[in-house]
């Protein structure tokens, strides 16, 4: 019996495999959403751009919203992260006027 995933047997086996395979997926697409937006704010507040910046971060949060409810990542991982690019935008802002 072929099966994809190599060495599985049984039908609960194949079925966990092909949900495992899905989970990964679902999850890499949204991990990978995240570190681009997360980028996307970093490189804003470098280029200087405050009211850019600010929507990127209000769109940055969102992903990592979104993440935390998915269960891609714990709510106080995302909580540090929401607070720590808030922190970085804010001495940005502080630091330009």
Do not use: C, F, P, Y
């Not at 047997?9 to 092909?18: D, E």
């Not at 681009?36 to 992903?63: F, N, P």
């Amino acid at each position: 019996m072929a099966t994809k995933s190599g060495s599985t047997r049984n039908k609960s086996a194949m079925k966990r495999a092909r949900q495992a395979e899905k989970r990964r997926l679902r999850t890499r697409h949204i991990t990978s959403t995240l570190k681009t937006a997360v980028k996307a704010v970093d490189t804003t507040i470098a280029s200087g751009d405050m009211s850019a910046a600010k929507e990127k971060l209000r769109l940055a949060i969102r992903s990592i919203d979104k993440a935390s409810s998915k269960g891609v990542m714990h709510k106080n991982t995302a909580s540090r992260r929401i607070s720590r690019l808030t922190k970085q935008l804010n001495r940005a802002v502080s630091a330009s006027v």
